[in-house]
């Protein structure tokens, strides 16, 4: 795995997008706006709630799958299933083999 900056994990999720701007997460329901957290909000949230010490990128690298490219972020850390980023080496997400995630990437929180 390439160990990177954290700025760099969530550049890689899409965090300083375009459609991350606020009026991009802006809905209307039932005559109320709402404000969808946006992607570093999340991952901040997620760090928080699990005491994360680390982030693990998570890439689906099969170039045949419609899922080519997707991307997911696992916190690591004392209280998570994955202790250290060392833990998802080797370790895939999702179960069927063309969605299947393999960590590519980590860093600290």
Not at 32 to 49: D, L, M, T, Y
Not at 83 to 101: I, V
Request: proline share 4%.
């Amino acid at each position: 795995m390439k160990k990177v900056t954290k700025e760099e994990v969530m550049e890689l999720m899409g965090a300083n997008h375009r459609l991350e701007e606020k009026g991009w997460r802006t809905r209307v329901i039932d005559g109320g706006v709402i404000v969808e957290p946006s992607v570093r909000e999340n991952i901040e949230a997620s760090i928080a709630k699990n005491k994360a010490t680390h982030l693990v990128l998570f890439e689906n690298q099969d170039f045949c799958s419609s899922q080519f490219g997707a991307k997911s972020v696992v916190c690591v850390g004392p209280e998570c299933t994955y202790k250290t980023p060392q833990d998802c080496e080797g370790k895939w997400l999702h179960d069927l083999p063309s969605q299947r995630q393999y960590a590519t990437t980590f860093c600290a929180c």
